[in-house]
């Protein structure tokens, strides 16, 4: 089976835009979560979709916001983007029944000037 | 906050030896352990995990160790190659669905 893979892979904005990225799970997988891994921070939740519903949220203000579609690919978007917001994003998908097996795709690099 | 520690941010062995990568965690209430290897570049690759109803798993040249007293998770790889050399995760899940916690990181660096 193909992996989970993300586009882009890196993307550089400025502050004060918004940023739209995209997830294809592991063809079979429903669930699928976010993360941002920043050096000082680390990995961090950002959310979970399981069958087009948000189903966990982490502690990110509401700029992050994402989204399920019904063949289970996911989007994350952050908008008015802040020069923190640089990381990498991570998105993670799981099969029903055992969402907290998790698989990683390898990650999109967001850089905020 | 919630938080998954490592005792260790740094390994530095010798190529054939045994590793062993530790990690605490804080919540009593997960009931299940990822330990991730994460490679410069890449997203973190699943290496073993272990439920809370098993003391310790066995995977192929890696052991992972759960003790629930004090709340420690260890992962052991034995015959280290320079092809282990990355940074590991441990990371728990606190039976919130899809919610992995993740620790700090440890960077193992394999000398040949």
């Known amino acids: 089976k193909a992996g989970v893979t993300q586009t882009p892979r890196y993307l550089i904005k400025t502050r004060g835009q918004q940023v739209t990225l995209s997830c294809s799970p592991i063809?079979?997988?429903?669930?699928v979560s976010w993360y941002q891994q920043t050096p000082g921070q680390g990995l961090q939740f950002l959310f979970e979709y399981f069958s087009e519903t948000q189903r966990n949220k982490g502690n990110f203000p509401g700029r992050f916001s994402g989204r399920q579609f019904s063949n289970s690919r996911s989007e994350m978007n952050v908008s008015t983007l802040e020069l923190g917001d640089s990381a990498l994003y991570l998105c993670?998908?799981?099969?029903?029944?055992?969402?907290?097996?998790?698989?990683f795709g390898p990650g999109t690099r967001l850089l905020v000037l | 906050g919630e938080s998954v520690g490592l005792h260790l941010p740094t390994l530095s062995v010798q190529e054939g030896d045994n590793s062993i990568i530790n990690c605490a965690y804080s919540n009593s209430a997960s009931d299940y352990f990822i330990w991730y290897k994460q490679e410069s570049g890449k997203g973190p690759q699943f290496i073993i995990d272990i439920r809370s109803n098993m003391d310790k798993r066995q995977g192929q040249r890696v052991t992972v160790l759960l003790n629930k007293t004090v709340k420690h998770l260890s992962l052991q790889i034995a015959a280290t190659q320079p092809g282990d050399s990355a940074v590991y995760f441990c990371?728990?899940?606190?039976?919130?669905?899809?919610?992995?916690?993740f620790g700090q990181g440890t960077e193992l660096s394999v000398k040949p």
């Open positions: 063809s079979g997988h429903r669930s």
């Open positions: 993670a998908s799981a099969q029903q029944g055992a969402r907290e097996t998790q698989y």
């Open positions: 990371a728990e899940n606190p039976n919130q669905g899809g919610k992995l916690i």
